[in-house]
């Protein structure tokens, strides 16, 4: 908890983002899956992680947009 004397952690501690933005765990329900290494997309489904997903094209794990 800030204690408003400048030593403790920042108001907003998440960030200038907040959640479900960005490309991290947690980044919400929508958007999508891109591999890495040939870049296909793919939409992302609703509780499966990207990095749980294999790219269709190369069968590589794919990451978060």
Known sequence: MPRGDGT???RNAMGRGG???GS?????PSGYCVCPSCGERAV???GV????MSCPKC??????E
């Open 24 to 28: 991290r765990p947690g980044a919400g």
């Open 44 to 46: 992302h489904k609703r």
């Open 19 to 21: 959640r479900m933005q």
């Open 49 to 52: 992680p990207c990095y749980e």
């Open 8 to 10: 403790g952690p920042p």
């Open 59 to 64: 069968g590589k794990k794919m990451v978060r």
